[in-house]
């Protein structure tokens, strides 16, 4: 097997100043194409005050940590992250660079492959190392999961990828391991923006956003009306999960667009996806297929979201999501 | 001021239907229409374009794609945009979203200076959301992306809101600039009769590689710097097990909890 040396990178998440947990997921990614390689793994991590919290990603995987600590980098902002990312691939030549397939790394890495000419391949759900070449191979659900493809990367190195979040658990923390943090000052022009951040205002719904959940409560045209549809919310409350929708429910205005899952909104997966009153067109089923396990409700027993699903009821969602309720809540009190 | 909006053709999905044995998708026979995702972003340049004096705002939509493709530019004609622009040649199939977006680029710069790109934040069936920042960045111009709404607009700056993981952002950026939408900026309008028949009359131009000035190596397959070496079709059916609710609701109830526990997930609720 031909070994390539060249550091595994992962692109750290930095949401305000704070580390965002899917750096962990990725730092897993990372550890077994880096063991794989038998390479160096190193997290980049890119804000403003943030080089305190970069002993916090050691025990999840990190030999090295490359930290950009400056004023200037208070607020994710594209332009200044590409230009930092062209500047430290081209200091330190690593061979892969992974981000999370977020608002963030989904905008970031598309403009980085611009600008360095390198390949990227969208939305990953498994990489490998082919033992063949010691080049990576990227495997992406396609045509709404209906297809898997497997890409590689030509050219210049990195190859880049971003990965799904939630399409891999954080290794277990190892409190005791250590490793090199590397300060790196990039010259500040490249930290200026043109963008001007104006602020920001946090979303009000229960839980997590669906793409960060482990557990999401989903409702469909079966919930029949906003009321109904609401108390998705309790039941999300009392299971520690997060309101998702289908299209439907969303275009009748009863949840957010943020909460639409399927192919025109966000492809989750979670550990558990329980749907109430959702049928499962082709495009809802492309955005959930992946989760681990999936729980149907729904009245029709032809419903094809029933062929998917580990368990499946066929009742009124309602009165099912009703019984649910009072259960859970006799149990917690 | 001029827009430009880039649209893809992609196949229906509307209408299609799972393989019961298979479990893949049935593509025979499926109609093809402009990326649903694209539709906020033609409804975006028209609404510019209807709160600005008559005749001072002017749209282009440009596709790529094969010859067929020419009918989603017609398609965003007859919703309101004033050309259509078709960026087609054999040299460009098989590219990938880096030889994509830097033919996009191309045709972009091509067609002269423009104030605003828009782009649809993915196309339903490649799913990678690439080619819209990708082209901002080989245009050197910012990419506001997941724009839910655009706030303030003049010759100098937009500002949006971006709806982002856990809320929304506000962000200025001085034009020209890349604005990509995501699907709760608008609701898309039906196309009008006197649309459709405008987009008939209208010629929707072709450019090609040599027009663009792209040598082999850096469109269409050659030009990519990924490639597919191996597809398969995953089992979407699972043999899952079956419940009818009839008379008794606690019976139900419980055995939805126990398979909740037996999956760990009433760790919240014990």
């Known amino acids: 097997m031909k070994v390539n040396k060249n550091e595994v990178w992962t692109l750290a998440e930095v949401r305000g100043k704070k580390i965002h947990p899917v750096s962990r997921e990725l730092l897993a990614w990372g550890r077994e194409l880096a063991d794989s390689m038998d390479a160096p793994l190193a ?43 062209e500047d430290l691939i081209n200091r330190f030549s690593p061979s892969i660079l992974i ?3 977020t608002t963030q790394g989904r905008t970031v890495m598309p403009m980085l492959s611009a600008r360095i000419g390198c390949g990227l391949t969208a939305d990953c759900t498994e990489l490998s190392i082919d033992p063949v070449s010691g080049k990576l191979i990227q495997t992406r659900p396609a045509i709404g ?16 990828c971003t990965v799904r979040p939630k399409s891999k658990r954080p290794l277990c923390p190892d409190m005791s391991r250590k490793g090199d943090l590397v300060k790196v000052c990039p010259s500040s022009n490249l930290m200026v923006s043109a963008l001007e951040y104006l602020g920001f205002s946090p979303e009000t719904s229960v839980g997590l956003p669906i793409q960060e959940a482990e557990i999401i409560i989903s409702g469909g045209k079966g919930m029949k009306n906003s009321k109904n549809f609401a108390k998705l919310e309790e039941l999300a409350r009392l299971l520690g999960g997060t309101v998702g929708a289908s299209r439907m429910a969303v275009d009748l205005g009863w949840a957010p667009y943020s909460a639409q899952v399927g192919l025109s909104g966000k492809s989750v997966t979670p550990r558990l996806y329980l749907a109430f009153g959702i ?9 959930m297929s992946g989760a681990e396990t999936i729980i149907a409700v729904n009245h029709d027993p032809e419903a094809p979201i029933f062929r998917v699903a580990d368990l499946s009821i066929q009742g009124d969602a309602m009165e099912i999501l009703d019984g649910l309720i009072e259960s859970l809540k006799k149990r917690q009190s | 001021m001029r827009i430009a909006v880039l649209v893809k053709q992609v196949p229906a999905v509307d209408n299609v239907k799972i393989d019961e044995n298979t479990g893949t998708m049935v593509r025979e026979g499926v109609e093809a229409e402009l990326n649903p995702l694209d539709l906020h972003a033609v409804e975006a340049a028209v609404r510019i374009k209807e709160s600005m004096p008559e005749g001072s705002v002017e749209i282009t939509a440009i596709t790529m794609g094969p010859p067929q493709a020419k009918a989603s530019a ?35 710069k091509k067609l002269g ?21 990708a082209s901002a960045e080989f245009l050197n111009i910012p990419a506001l992306t997941y724009v839910s709404s655009i706030d303030k607009l003049n010759d100098k700056y937009i500002e949006v809101t971006r709806s982002i993981e856990g809320g929304h952002e506000k962000l200025r950026a001085p034009l020209p600039a890349m604005v990509i939408p995501v699907k709760e900026m608008n609701i898309p309008r039906l196309c009008t009769l006197g649309g459709k028949l405008r987009a008939k009359k209208t010629e929707i131009p072709l450019l090609n590689a040599d027009d663009l ?32 609710a009839s008379g008794r609701l606690d019976e139900t109830v419980n055995s939805i909890l ?12 014990k």
């Open chain 1, 43 to 85: 997290s980049v991590l890119i804000g403003c005050d943030v080089s305190p919290k970069a002993d916090e990603l050691f025990p999840y995987g990190a030999d090295k940590i490359y930290v950009i600590d400056d004023p200037y980098l208070d607020n994710f902002l594209c332009d200044s992250q590409v230009n930092i990312l």
């Open chain 1, 99 to 101: 981000a999370s397939a």
């Open chain 1, 145 to 160: 999961g209906n297809v898997m493809a497997d890409i590689k990367t030509r050219g210049r190195d990195p190859q880049m």
């Open chain 1, 279 to 287: 049928s499962g067109a082709v495009q809802h089923i492309a955005g």
């Open chain 2, 74 to 108: 017609a398609y965003a004609v007859s919703m309101g945009c004033d050309r259509g622009v078709l960026v087609s040649d054999k040299k460009f199939g098989g590219s990938d979203t880096l030889a994509t977006s830097r033919t996009l680029a191309k045709a972009i």
């Open chain 2, 113 to 133: 200076s423009f104030d605003i790109i828009l782009a649809g934040e993915r196309a339903t069936d490649g799913e990678t959301g690439q080619v819209g920042p």
């Open chain 2, 213 to 244: 000035d792209l040598d082999e190596n850096s469109t269409g397959l050659k030009g990519s710097a990924t490639w597919v070496i191996n597809v398969t079709y995953p089992q979407m059916t699972r043999q899952g097990r079956k419940i009818i």
């Open chain 2, 258 to 269: 126990d398979f909740l526990d037996e999956k760990n997930c009433l760790g919240a609720s």
